[in-house]
């Protein structure tokens, strides 16, 4: 991005037709590869939802392994208010949280803090909320945690949100149309001055 950012800028200062014609072309690719992209992620979107069940798996599996991964699992199910991939029970893929006798952990058959109904009048953030959470019974469960799965409640929020991702989606494109239409319009300036010469 910034060669491409570079190559644009120098061209139009220096009046250098051939960089302005690399800067046009490359947007042009990038544009294509983007649109192509939102088309395929469209007839894709059932692929795409079981790559993030798989993604959010795997980060559920390895969550005390990394602590970058641990916070991206937090962030999420505390911004959707959501707890796994498809729900709590996924957290039965961790080493830490699964509900298996010979799991000695404290954590066993519990949640990370992070799927917990946060009670607004609490100060001081519980990290042992969810511990045996899972041991009740569903219905007892959605006081205490969240019972939805990250995957679902993301596709919510994105349905939601469709008008102002897409209006995001779009100003970007036209960004990108109006910056080649610029760059062919100044080398064909360029090209007229040098006819004159």
Known sequence: MSVLGFAGCIGALRENTFLLKFFSVF?????????????????????????????????????R????????????????????ARGPNDWNLNIYFNCTDLNPSRERCGVPFSCCVRDPAEDVLNTQ??????????????????????????????QDNLIIVAGVFVGIALLQIFGICLAQNLVSDIKAVKANW
């Open 65 to 84: 392994d990394d602590i970058d991964l641990q916070n991206l699992i937090d962030f999420a199910q505390e911004y959707w208010s959501c707890c796994g």
């Open 129 to 158: 909320c969810g511990y045996d959470v899972r041991l009740k019974l569903e219905l007892e469960q959605q006081g205490s945690i969240h019972t939805k799965g990250c995957v679902g409640q993301f596709e919510k929020w994105l």
């Open 27 to 63: 947007l042009g690719l990038i544009f294509f590869l983007e649109l192509a992209t939102g088309i395929l992620a469209f007839v894709f979107k059932d692929w795409i939802r079981d790559q993030l069940n798989l993604f959010i798996n795997n980060n559920v599996k390895a969550y």
